[in-house]
């Protein structure tokens, strides 16, 4: 078996993921978006990361094994991560932003996603997964 397909995919779902964030960003903003790299976005790169894992797993060595389930649990705490706490801290960067008496650089309020952006990058990194598992 070759092993460095566990090393390669989710990297390879990482690159897919951001390069049609950035496709999507540029088209919604109609300019190179380049400042808008980074966390938050349509897809999510965190779901699609994790998925592309979980689902080479499951295609390669099956659900019933220990490291399906070790790869589920993880997902599934970096896909809730992505949707509530991610969101929270966006949302108070916000606030932070507009007071009056903060110094402060400017932070990142694009950080967490919305249900259709961690959809989004589940389904891509599932697919990721599942045609890297082809490979023998």
């Not at 894992?53 to 399906?68: P, Q, V």
């Not at 997902?75 to 606030?95: M, T």
Request: proline share 1%.
């Amino acid at each position: 078996m070759n092993y460095y397909i566990y090393l390669i995919t989710p990297f390879i779902a990482w690159f897919i993921c951001g390069v049609i964030k950035f496709a999507v960003n540029c088209i919604k903003e109609r300019r190179f978006t380049f400042d808008l790299i980074g966390y938050g976005g349509m897809p999510s790169n965190h779901s699609a990361i994790v998925s592309s894992m979980a689902s080479l797993i499951a295609f390669k060595e099956g659900i019933n094994t220990a490291a399906f389930g070790v790869a589920l649990t993880l997902a599934f705490i970096v896909i809730l991560d992505a949707n509530s706490l991610r969101k929270q801290i966006g949302k108070h960067a916000k606030v932070i932003n507009h007071l009056e008496y903060y110094q402060g650089d400017k932070l990142r309020e694009r950080i967490g996603h919305s249900k259709l952006e961690i959809l989004t990058g589940i389904i891509l990194g599932s697919c990721v997964g599942f045609i890297l598992g082809l490979f023998k």
